[in-house]
């Protein structure tokens, strides 16, 4: 009875009384005495799913928003269980913690703290946000690293191969020189609000294929850092950029406009102003690169099959 007392505390929240007609939120998956909402669940997939809402077809745009429902359950209770083994093994993450991570990114970037909410605000997110993000990245590297850590072991010869698999890959590998338009949306956007972006940002898409100057209307309607330098972002390399965002860059050919895309800053219209291709580095060059690179790698590999196996041993009621 004691292992259910927190579903039915759960239960009494999210359905209302006797006289309520409607239920407000269900529960959509139970992690051993955790429960996942489906509000919860739908606040974590949201630029995903606001993305979906652009498929005319509703048939497709149902099945789409099913499975990036499914693709962030999985994510999120994967989570809950990294939480509670680190709670099992009584690791944890303090204020110290986060509070020098912080500084680190503030000295990296070179801001004040006022800088820091300015940047945050232009991203929809408050400090509390912030440090909450920063907390559970903290305690998810630091159980990986007391579970994991040891199992992964790179010498030379890995690197060596590792190196010689991405030269393979060299003449496909490129940057691009790029510059967006974005739109922000707070974290709890309405509908409405959804809409009205979405809308703006395909009129601002249009008029930009139509012709008119990218850089000026990015001057003029941008919500985002750089807008007053025509909204540009400088030269990307893969994995800079948010990745729905980073994908819209790369698959707009060279000269061209695209979007809108969502993100969880807002809407955003992209320019691909050129592209150039990377020439392969020399292997002492990126050796220290390709160490953190396959390092990851290797661990992701690893934290997946952990992850399968910790869903094994707790209860896990997938209620979708």
Known sequence: MTRLAPLVAALALLWAGPAAAEIIDRIV????????TLSELEEVARPLLAQVEQVAD????????????????????????????????????????????IERVMGRQGWTEDQLKLYLSSQGM????FRADVRENLLRQRVIGAVLGAKVRIGESDLRDYYKE???????????????????????????EE???????????????????FAALAQQYSQGPGADNGGYLGTIRRGSLD?????????TPPGQVGGP???HFGYHVVKAIARKTLPPQPFDEVKGELQRELHNKRLE????KWIDELEKKAFVDIRL
């Open 29 to 36: 998956a139970v992690v051993d005495s955790e429960i996942i």
């Open 58 to 101: 509703p048939v497709t745009r149902a099945q789409l928003r099913e499975r990036q429902l499914r693709t962030a359950l999985d994510a999120l209770v994967g989570k809950k269980l990294v939480a509670q083994e680190a709670a099992r093994r009584n690791l944890g993450v303090d204020k110290n913690d986060v509070d020098a991570h």
């Open 126 to 129: 408050t400090v509390a946000d």
């Open 166 to 192: 991405k030269l393979t890959r060299a003449n496909t590998e490129y940057e691009v020189e790029a510059a967006h338009i974005v739109l922000t949306l707070p974290p709890q956007a309405s509908q409405a």
């Open 195 to 213: 809409s009205a972006a979405r809308q703006k940002a395909t009129e601002l898409l249009q008029r930009a294929r139509a012709g008119e100057d």
């Open 243 to 251: 990745g729905a965002l980073e994908q819209a860059l790369f698959d």
């Open 261 to 263: 895309v969502r993100t």
């Open 301 to 304: 590999e690893e934290l997946s």
